[in-house]
């Protein structure tokens, strides 16, 4: 089924034709240019027209519920856009110019094919709420903690292996869903959240917890079906360097990683380069560390119901620090 856009042109604030079994929307309707509410959901839609760029007064777009495969690039050009929905599509990416969205709020992603986030998603510093669970990211891009104004992040069920450490800067998150992944690590600093009332960790493969985590005052918590040490590996992971200044290949490495130096090329040494893959992060100063640093274990009671190992990771046994985790 297809729409007539003549037929709807006196139109001006919003309009639904969600449940309607559309398979395609007309190139015009863009010319219903005093639009602020278009709703869409609930079709058989595959793509959307490019002239839906034009609808600069659009404020919420929700096309959830559909079978997309791909959002145009003219998607960037909604500079009033507030709520943006596209839930259970069959998207495998996002354009680029979705970092163009200044004003957007609320990002609903969830159920899709996305294998990544476009680095440009780091531009939405108005985004309060962004649910993207349920797809195939292995990860979230570096620059994610400028999203400051983030309240709510759903990326659970996902293929996640790591958390970018600027995670910790998206300082008003209150809930995170990072439940159902693959997850070994969580950022060292996530201590830093102190709005954060509601986190979820079940289901990945997390040994232990950093140790900023005591510090957060949470409502809700579940970690259930993780790969916990006990406290007698625990007491097994507790050690300090015996040398008194860190081996030349450790400096070389903190300084490549410290300096965003291209690792991964054949001019560097062979064990130089898997060290640089796979490197830890200091507790206190969020430095990098790779054999030489200092990890002190201990259980704690984390949100009343768990009692679990955390890790205090120290790039230098000569850090001062105020005591254990």
Wanted: aromatic letters at 6%; one cysteine or more.
């Amino acid at each position: 089924m297809s729409i007539d856009v003549s037929v709807i042109m006196c139109v001006q604030v919003s309009l639904n034709l969600s449940n309607n079994r559309l398979s395609s929307v007309p190139e015009d309707l863009g010319a219903l240019s005093s639009l602020r509410e278009l709703f869409l959901q609930y079709n058989t839609l595959t793509h959307l027209p490019d002239s839906i760029g034009d609808l600069h007064h659009l404020t919420e777009l929700d096309v959830k519920n559909n079978q997309l495969e791909e959002i145009p690039a003219s998607i960037g050009r909604l500079r009033k856009l507030v709520v943006l929905n596209v839930t259970n599509n069959c998207l495998p990416s996002l354009p680029t110019s979705i970092g163009r969205l200044a004003g957007l709020e609320e990002l609903g992603l969830h159920s899709n094919q996305l294998t990544e986030l476009p680095d440009e998603i780091c531009n939405l510093t108005s985004l309060k709420v962004m649910y993207g669970g349920e797809n195939r990211l292995k990860g979230l891009p570096v620059r994610f903690g400028r999203l400051t104004q983030l309240q709510e992040l759903d990326v659970s069920g996902c293929e996640l292996e790591t958390l970018p450490q600027s995670l910790s800067r998206c300082v008003s998150l209150i809930r995170l869903w990072l439940s159902n992944n693959r997850l070994q690590t969580l950022p060292v600093h996530i201590g830093d959240l102190q709005q954060l009332k509601e986190l979820h960790v079940r289901n990945n493969r997390l040994c232990y917890l950093p140790a900023s985590v005591d510090t957060l005052h949470l409502y809700t918590f579940t970690a259930q079906n993780n790969r916990f040490v006990d406290e007698v590996t625990a007491s097994e992971m507790c050690y300090a360097p015996t040398e008194g200044v860190a081996p030349l290949m450790e400096l070389a490495a903190r300084a490549a990683l410290d300096s965003n130096l291209e690792w991964d090329t054949p001019s560097l040494p062979t064990s130089l380069r898997e060290m640089l893959s796979s490197p830890g992060r200091c507790s206190v100063c969020e430095g990098p560390f790779f054999n030489y640093n200092s990890s002190v274990v201990t259980f704690k009671t984390v949100g009343v119901f768990y009692r679990l190992p955390l890790c205090l990771s120290l790039c230098t046994p000569r850090i001062e620090h105020s005591g254990q985790p």
